[in-house]
């Protein structure tokens, strides 16, 4: 979305199939360079503010690490630290944060919120999720994909079949895989699917993905919608954080869609299993899954922060101002050693 002159990623239906592309290779360009040693001064300067609703550990770990291998700095404004919404409203925050620093990620509860903050915000705001979405999962997601792609296929050739509920991360990913042209699968019991879920409102968005792009979109609760997976993904349970369900709930819901050797075997051969994290062993995933060679889990957290690299560099090198010459730096230096010398400040 656009707000105040200033582009925020808050949802990537606000973006091309060429732009979410141009974000995802520049992670991985990034990625690329740190591995090789070198790593780009391309946040020098400047900072983050991370607002934290919620507890988290990828999010808030990923933007602090890429702050600083970049050469910029974060700080944590977690839960009571800033009067987001209590004695200081939503918008004034966002107008005090857009004079101290350069840009704001802001995970929520209430998905109006970081809205909200972005159309308050003259910075760049970045949704790092809430109730709605999960973008910047989408963007590591995507990053794992891309540099896992099965032999001789293209993005819009393969399936990616989420298992479970429907959570704010499998809406994300249908809606980002049909995006991008993909061929997006729910397999999950009916009251839990992303039509009758909270998560039917991205439900248009959807549909015009797959209209515009050449992407599908499915949902079942036939186990037979697995097959031909060349990934299969998977999320909790019902219910992280204060909604969670009790464990015998859980199970008479969800037991028979965890994602075991069985389901995974009915994807292609070289099948690869994704999953958010954190997840519960035994519940949504068996060890022998998670912890096998068919897993990206640990890759794709690791592009939590090839996906925060990227989209940090995007949305402020995107939207920078010119920056100043080498002489107008010096007359600035000058201007500011003549003023001390003059007030006797050594």
Not at 142 to 148: A, L
Request: hydrophobic residues 35%; glycine residues 8%; aromatic residues 8%.
């Amino acid at each position: 979305m656009f707000a105040n002159g200033v582009r925020h990623f808050i949802d990537t239906s606000d973006f091309t199939k060429e732009e979410l592309l141009d974000i995802i290779h520049l992670s991985l360009e990034i990625k690329k360079c740190i591995q090789s040693g070198y790593y780009p001064p391309l946040m020098r300067h400047k900072t983050l503010g991370m607002i934290f609703q919620q507890s988290s550990t990828r999010t808030r770990v990923s933007f602090e690490t890429a702050m600083e291998q970049m050469g910029g700095h974060a700080q944590y404004l977690g839960p009571g630290m800033i009067q987001l919404g209590g004695h200081e409203t939503i918008g004034d925050t966002g107008r005090v944060l857009s004079q101290l620093i350069d840009v704001v990620m802001a995970r929520v509860i209430d998905h109006q919120t970081v809205v909200d903050l972005a159309n308050a915000c003259s910075i760049p705001v970045l949704n790092g999720m809430s109730d709605y979405n999960h973008p910047t999962q989408e963007i590591g997601d995507m990053c794992t994909i891309v540099e896992h792609l099965p032999r001789g296929k293209k993005l819009e050739d393969c399936k990616v079949v989420f298992v479970g509920d429907a959570t704010q991360v499998c809406a994300s990913l249908a809606m980002i895989t049909t995006k991008l042209g993909m061929h997006f699968v729910h397999y999950g019991p009916k009251g839990h699917q992303i039509p009758d879920s909270p998560s039917a409102g991205c439900l248009p968005q959807i549909q015009k993905n797959c209209e515009e792009n050449g992407g599908t979109f499915l949902t079942s609760d036939d186990r037979e919608c697995v097959r031909g997976a060349d990934f299969i993904y998977t999320d909790v349970w019902y219910g992280l954080y204060e909604n969670e369900l009790p464990k015998d709930e859980r199970v008479q819901i969800f037991g028979e869609y965890q994602v075991n050797r069985e389901l995974l075997n009915l994807g292609n051969i070289g099948c690869k299993f994704m999953h958010c994290l954190p997840a519960t062993r035994g519940e949504d995933v068996t060890d022998e899954v998670l912890d096998s060679e068919a897993s990206l889990c640990w890759l794709e957290a690791g592009n939590r922060l090839t996906a925060k690299r990227g989209l940090l560099v995007y949305f402020t090198q995107y939207q920078r101002k010119a920056e100043a010459t080498e002489l107008q730096k010096a007359a600035a230096k000058e201007r500011l050693e003549r003023f001390m010398e003059s007030r006797g400040i050594v």
